[in-house]
């Protein structure tokens, strides 16, 4: 375990933004983790993983801890499902081709994500009908303070849409180390229904889909509509979808009744955030190196050289003129780190 100084995070946060860490150190291991945060000469500890749900505003002045402890491991299996621990540091992308080789079904929906496996619960990352909560089994963390794991059931990560435990009370008090899934190894409940899947398979020509199809699918239609974070920075969708009760809805459509819009419930509906967006006429717009991108509203870009507060002033700047156009409030999916 070695201690960096000042070095540049620029290559761990897919949004490319050029903050320098005041102190930095890889970590492998458990073990590794609990010295690093014994370290009594860094008293401020700030802890990172793939940096791909982030937007960095300013230089880090304290020790950041990269997450990078690896390891896939069947914990248990029987006919018909399979339980899997995922280390917090392999890559999310990567892990669910894993699970897809092996023909476990779950995480197909959430192929080509960005970002690491310990940072997936935080955010209850989704996509296309499917969240991670569906085939969470549990967590493992460590407390920051008393270098103890505990174990989080799904109930105790309160998942809520893109929002969990670690996000309000476990905020800055827990890192979290693995992961297990349950998946299903034979009769897999395929969820196709969502956005264009079908549409791609159709254009694939697959007629009696696998779980490996609807992931191409969701690959394929991702690469179609978000950029490459190793082209072009980005931390994918930047705005949560707004979700509106029966009565907010019913007169926001009446005003727009072109509107796109997804019914959550009986009193719940959610509107494209990305669709708010490019009514307001921001899609492919560019101010300096920040962006919006040209395929998709709710994705901020930095194309190059944007500085953190750059990226929000435009993500600001956006927020106020959704709200003076529809009068509905829409708020960061991303991390700000200020």
């Known amino acids: 375990m070695t201690v960096q100084e000042n070095i540049s995070l620029k290559p761990y946060n897919t949004f490319g933004i050029d ?51 690896k390891g896939i491991h069947v914990n248990s299996e029987n006919e018909n499902h399979v339980t899997v621990e995922v280390m917090a540091g392999e890559n999310w992308h990567d892990m669910v081709l894993w699970t897809l080789d092996q023909n476990y079904g779950g995480l197909e ?46 109930e105790a990560c309160q998942f809520g849409y893109r929002d969990s435990y670690f996000k309000n009370e476990g905020k800055g008090r827990y890192i979290i180390t693995s992961v297990k899934f349950q998946l299903t190894k034979k009769d897999h409940k395929l969820n196709t229904s969502y956005g264009a899947i079908e549409t791609e398979m159709e254009q694939q020509q697959v007629t009696n889909p696998t779980i490996k199809d609807v992931s191409d699918a969701v690959v394929a239609i991702r690469k179609s509509k978000l950029p490459d974070p190793k082209e072009l920075g980005n931390s994918g969708s930047f705005f949560k979808n707004p979700v509106l009760t029966k009565n907010e809805f019913e007169l926001f459509i009446k005003h727009n009744p072109e509107a796109h819009y997804f019914k959550v419930s009986e009193e719940e509906y959610k509107v494209p955030a990305g669709w708010l967006i490019e009514q307001c006429g921001f899609k492919g717009k560019r101010f300096g190196d920040a962006g919006v991108h040209k395929n998709q509203a709710l994705v901020l870009v930095n194309y190059g050289n944007a500085s953190g507060k750059e990226i929000i002033e435009l993500a600001h700047t956006i927020q106020k003129k959704v709200w003076d156009n529809f009068g509905i409030e829409i708020v960061p999916e991303v991390n700000i780190i200020k």
């Open 109 to 154: 929906n959430l192929s080509l994500i960005p970002g690491y496996t310990g940072t997936a619960p935080i955010q209850n990352i989704g996509a296309y009908g499917v969240e991670l909560k569906d085939c969470f089994v549990s967590c493992e963390a460590m407390d920051m303070e008393t270098l103890e794991l505990k174990t989080f059931s799904k």
């Open 19 to 69: 903050a320098k860490a005041r102190f930095f150190c890889e970590i492998t291991s458990l073990e590794e983790l609990r010295n690093a945060l014994k370290l009594k000469d860094h008293q401020e500890k700030f802890i990172l993983s793939g940096g791909s749900n982030m937007l960095i505003t300013k230089d880090i002045d304290a020790l950041v801890l990269y997450i990078h402890i």
